[in-house]
C-alpha cells in the first residue's frame, strides 16, 4: 500500500513549530528527538527539522528526506489527535534508513502514540 504526505498534514509556518517546540512533551534518541503536542483535531501534523549544526544543505536535506520517509512508511501505525515534530540529530547524518527506522519505532513506543 502507498502511503502518501498530504499537504494539509505537514507544519508549514513557524509559528506551528514553535507552539509544538514550545508545549510539546519531547523523546529523544541518539538520532532524533520527537516533540508530540495533543491537537484537538481529528488529523495528526508533523514537521521535520535539521539545524544547521548538522552541516550543509545537502547534509540537512537528506536528514529531512530520511525523516519523511520514515514518518510516511509508518504513519499508518500511529495514533490520531497530535502534532509530530522530527528533528534529526548529528549520527542520523552518516546512517542508512534501516537505522532511522528502528530509533524512530523505539520513540513511538516510548512516547506511546503507537495505534494498537
Do not use: W
Request: net charge positive.
Amino acid at each position: 500500500m502507498m502511503y502518501k504526505l498530504p499537504k494539509q498534514n505537514i507544519l508549514r509556518k513557524n509559528k506551528q513549530f514553535q507552539s509544538v517546540y514550545r508545549y510539546g512533551k519531547s523523546y529523544a534518541n541518539r538520532m532524533m528527538v520527537i516533540y508530540v503536542l495533543s491537537n484537538k483535531d481529528t488529523q495528526r501534523k508533523v514537521g521535520f527539522a535539521a539545524g544547521k549544526r548538522l552541516g550543509n544543505a545537502v547534509v540537512r536535506n537528506r536528514v529531512k528526506r530520511l525523516l519523511r520517509e520514515t514518518y510516511r512508511l509508518n504513519q499508518h501505525k500511529l495514533k490520531l489527535g497530535f502534532d509530530l515534530l522530527l528533528v534529526g540529530r548529528k549520527p542520523m547524518v552518516d546512517v542508512k534508513y534501516k537505522v532511522v527506522s528502528k530509533a524512530f519505532g523505539d520513540l513511538c513506543t516510548k512516547a506511546s502514540i503507537f495505534d494498537e
